[in-house]
């Protein structure tokens, strides 16, 4: 289908990208890569009558190497970050995620921002992002401000975003050297959304697991943060048991639908499964002390 008409804008600040959108208010949106936003127009799920294209701003794009942190700006697309030597080193489970994210076209255009801020719970980003304990950075008409991706997700489709608001940058704190790491994503075919996938990030400690930070994709309305499944890992040595105790722990706080991709029970089937695979390929990687 074809969209609806709209206006196009092409600010040259993000002071003016976020005085348009505040000026304009429902009717307008920012427009990233377009890879989310412009099939729900075909499909009319959004007819918004201004597009506020953040494509022009150049210091919503980059990877910054920050020390302990690492920022990466808005724009920055998904083949960006697999191309980045600087993430391939310090935040390899970026790199992975990205891979997995729809095909090689798509993730020219699509941005880590537009990923972020989307607030479909099938993107992959969010739960990485969760995993990772990352910040938005979010600009608007107050000014400047940073929620946490654990923060972010209200709904779905339903951010912490205000309006005329925009997210800028996002802040991920680098996970110590030696850190096993995982997304496992399971799907149908190459270029889907997930049924269900995981997020792991882990240390270890004389063979037992030290740290351990757990995240799920599209199995609830918004990106879930697995606390309590990755509690259970933490001491021990990860045999079978603490893996199966961490799967279960992870589908407790899960609530799939039920579509194209499977019944709620097996999505919710699959949660589990998805951890206990990255658990054991994150433990493998990891080279702890
Ligand atoms: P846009 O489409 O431009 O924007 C998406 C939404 O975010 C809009 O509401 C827009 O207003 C808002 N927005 C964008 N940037 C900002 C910002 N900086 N601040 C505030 N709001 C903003 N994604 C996955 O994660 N996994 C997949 O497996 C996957 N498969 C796909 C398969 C297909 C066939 C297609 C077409 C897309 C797929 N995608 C997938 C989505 C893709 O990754 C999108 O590019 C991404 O979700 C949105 O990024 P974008 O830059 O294209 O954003």
């Known amino acids: ?14 002071a003016e990208a976020v005085g348009l959108l505040a000026g304009l208010g429902e009717e307008a949106r920012a427009l990233a890569g377009g890879h989310s936003l412009i099939p ?112 972010f997700y209200q709904g779905a489709y339903f951010t912490a975003l205000e309006p005329g608001e925009i997210l800028t940058a996002v802040r991920i704190p680098v996970p110590p050297a030696g850190h096993g790491f995982a997304y496992e994503k399971l799907k149908r075919k190459v270029g889907d959304y997930a049924t269900a996938a995981a997020a792991v990030v882990l240390t270890t400690s004389g063979g037992r697991v030290a740290t351990c930070s757990i995240a799920l994709t599209n199995v609830a309305p918004t990106p879930l943060l697995a606390e309590e499944a990755a509690r259970l890992v933490i001491g021990t040595a990860l045999d079978a048991e603490a893996v199966k105790a961490a799967a279960a722990a992870a589908k407790a706080i899960t609530d799939p639908a039920t579509d194209g991709r499977g019944t709620a029970d097996y999505r919710r089937e699959m949660a589990g499964v998805m951890v206990a695979r990255a658990l054991k390929t994150a433990a493998s990687r990891a080279k702890g002390a």
């Open 40 to 151: 729900m127009m075909k499909l009319r799920m959004a007819t918004p009558e201004h597009l506020v294209d953040l494509g022009g701003l150049a210091e919503l794009r980059g990877i910054r190497d920050d020390g302990a942190t690492i920022t990466i700006g808005a724009t920055t697309t998904q083949a960006d970050v697999i191309r980045s030597d600087l993430l391939a080193a310090r935040l390899p489970i970026l790199r992975e995620t990205s891979l997995l994210i729809a095909d090689p076209q798509i993730r020219t255009r699509g941005t880590v921002g537009g990923n972020c801020a989307n607030g479909d719970p099938g993107n992959d980003m969010p739960a990485l992002m969760q995993c990772l304990g990352a910040d938005y950075v979010l600009a608007g008409p107050a000014g400047e401000r940073t929620v946490a991706a654990r923060d």
């Open 1 to 14: 289908m074809i969209p609806g008409q709209f206006t196009y804008h092409r600010p040259s600040s993000v």
